[in-house]
């Protein structure tokens, strides 16, 4: 009977205490979900977990307080880019200025047409890295709108300067498709990739068509400036990598592809017989 008795009050002890180590595993649970709607409260009980409760307070408030000061040092990073970017733009502004004066003295003079190319480079640079600060900054300044890829294509040709050899085919399917983005943005991405391959020497031609799937609604752009090689296919959407035979600054293709991300798209490019080929995906999500 003794037996019997210590039998079920040892089953009756065994139950509570696991029915109280659930409750306190799901109090963990609790507040960790709390502490991760920034509810830092914390269960003042003294048992067995409250070591383990306090060591996991402790760590996620370091997780917090170093994602906060990463935060704040990437937006000092953004502010000094964009500082630097504004100072570089006054000097430069007036060395333009002194070169036009220069070419009306000296109209011929080879020197002063090499400094004013390099000084454009120059304020073309102090753009770009203005609004790389602009895209690092803001991680919502997309607009949400429909852009129409013929819309979009002809505002992009309409501001680019190509060399007067190349020439840029438009296929009829542009006029078919619409997509939701930023249509400006989109725009400098459009214009980013297109310059690309016109900083090619070999390239004069250039192909833009579109096509549509229950998936996505891609935008297409081929070149015939000879390709990509293939140890570089990897590398050339990095910030400031830029292959042997470019004339620009290793930046364009890595803004194209963060503008094109962050209008919910994805760019992936490849060789054809002559050329290089940039494909933007943007899915169709409702």
Partial sequence: MIYVFW???LGFLYYILEKRKKSRINELIDLIENMKNQNYKIPMKQDDFSILEDNIYKLFIEIVEAKETSRKNSENQIEYLEDIAHQIKTPITSMLFSIENLEMDYPDNEDVEILKRQILRLNSLSDILLKLSSLDANKDLMKKEKVCFDELLAYALDTLKLKESTRVM?????????????FYWLAEAIINIIKNADNRSTCDKV????????LYTS?????NGG???????????????????????????????TIIEKNNGEISVSNTDIGARFEIKFYNVT
């Avoid at 438009?170 to 930023?182: A, P, Q, R, V």
């Avoid at 935008?219 to 070149?223: G, M, P, S, V």
């Fill in 170 to 182: 438009i296929d009829d399917t542009l006029t078919e498709n619409i997509i939701c983005g930023d």
């Fill in 207 to 214: 192909v833009v068509s579109s096509y549509k799937n229950p």
């Fill in 7 to 9: 039998t079920i009050s």
């Fill in 219 to 223: 935008l297409i752009i081929e070149d």
């Fill in 227 to 257: 390709g990509v090689e293939k140890e570089n296919i990897k590398k050339i959407f990095r910030r400031f990598y830029k292959t042997p035979d470019s004339n620009g600054f290793g930046i364009g293709l890595a803004m194209a592809k």
